[in-house]
């Protein structure tokens, strides 16, 4: 089974193209996109990549779409393209969170990713009422990081949000990996791929877990 991945929520994107052999995706290929092209780049790119190896859309088994948390545009970018791909050719998708890409890219289980305004997207272990610890993503400042447990190892890959860790949790170690990319997200999505969990194309939204400015600000009243 042939698959395509895309990312286009953080800085720089990427698309790329694998095949599942056995449960496990081998990556095939992949190409960068400059961050704030995604809207015109990513579609080329795609074509690119499949014409490259030979592949046509109809055989692509699962789309890989990397749904969040990240810039708001370049989630919708991401997830308008992968839906479109999919209900077009009648393609299976299946979304992945990028801190969970983040997480399994440096095998640890807690990450962090820059959200601006002096926030970070965070994944963290939580203990849950059964007693078993449960995974949880949400958006978080010095303020809320201070009510948690500092962890003891945290997964990073830009400087924003290791700053902003280091000042609310001094003892944890920090590790620095390379940003999550498209094809990373093929081998984190491989075993569901494999399982044949996919999601409901027509329900799938973006992972924001935050606001965008037009639900924040788009009640306020301004006075002159």
């Given at each position: 089974?042939?698959?395509?991945?895309?990312?286009?929520?953080?800085?720089?994107?990427?698309?790329?193209?694998?095949?599942?052999?056995?449960?496990?995706?081998?990556?095939?290929?992949?190409?960068?996109?400059?961050?704030?092209?995604?809207?015109?780049?990513?579609?080329?790119?795609?074509?690119?990549?499949?014409?490259?190896?030979?592949?046509?859309?109809?055989?692509?088994?699962?789309?890989?779409?990397?749904?969040?948390?990240?810039?708001?545009?370049?989630?919708?970018?991401?997830?308008?393209?992968?839906?479109?791909?999919?209900e077009g050719a009648g393609?299976?998708?299946?979304?992945?969170?990028?801190?969970?890409?983040?997480?399994?890219?440096?095998?640890?289980?807690?990450?962090?990713?820059?959200?601006?305004r002096h926030e970070v997207?965070?994944?963290?272990?939580?203990?849950?009422?059964?007693?078993?610890?449960?995974?949880?993503?949400?958006?978080?400042?010095?303020?809320?990081?201070?009510?948690?447990?500092?962890?003891?190892?945290?997964?990073?890959?830009?400087?924003?949000?290791?700053?902003?860790?280091?000042?609310?949790?001094?003892?944890?170690?920090?590790?620095?990996?390379?940003?999550?990319?498209?094809?990373?997200?093929?081998?984190?999505?491989?075993?569901?791929?494999?399982?044949?969990?996919?999601?409901?194309?027509?329900?799938?939204?973006?992972?924001?877990?935050?606001?965008?400015?037009?639900?924040?600000?788009?009640?306020?009243?301004?006075?002159?």
């Open positions: 089974m042939y698959l395509l991945g895309i990312d286009t929520c953080g800085p720089s994107g990427s698309a790329a193209v694998g095949r599942l052999v056995a449960g496990v995706a081998e990556v095939i290929g992949q190409k960068e996109l400059a961050g704030r092209t995604y809207s015109s780049s990513l579609i080329p790119a795609i074509e690119e990549l499949l014409g490259g190896q030979g592949i046509r859309l109809s055989e692509i088994g699962c789309i890989v779409v990397v749904y969040g948390p990240g810039s708001f545009t370049g989630v919708r970018v991401g997830l308008s393209a992968a839906k479109g791909l999919a393609i299976p998708v299946n979304p992945v969170s990028r801190l969970e890409v983040l997480s399994a890219k440096a095998r640890i289980p807690v990450s962090a990713l820059d959200a601006h997207f965070l994944r963290i272990v939580e203990p849950r009422a059964t007693g078993a610890p449960g995974i949880r993503e949400l958006l978080a400042g010095v303020e809320d990081l201070a009510r948690f447990n500092p962890p003891s190892r945290i997964a990073v890959c830009d400087h924003p949000a290791a700053d902003l860790l280091q000042r609310a949790w001094p003892g944890a170690q920090l590790l620095q990996v390379d940003p999550p990319t498209a094809a990373d997200a093929l081998v984190v999505a491989a075993p569901a791929i494999a399982g044949a969990h996919f999601a409901d194309v027509a329900l799938l939204d973006g992972h924001y877990l935050r606001r965008s400015d037009a639900e924040i600000f788009g009640n306020v009243v301004v006075k002159s």
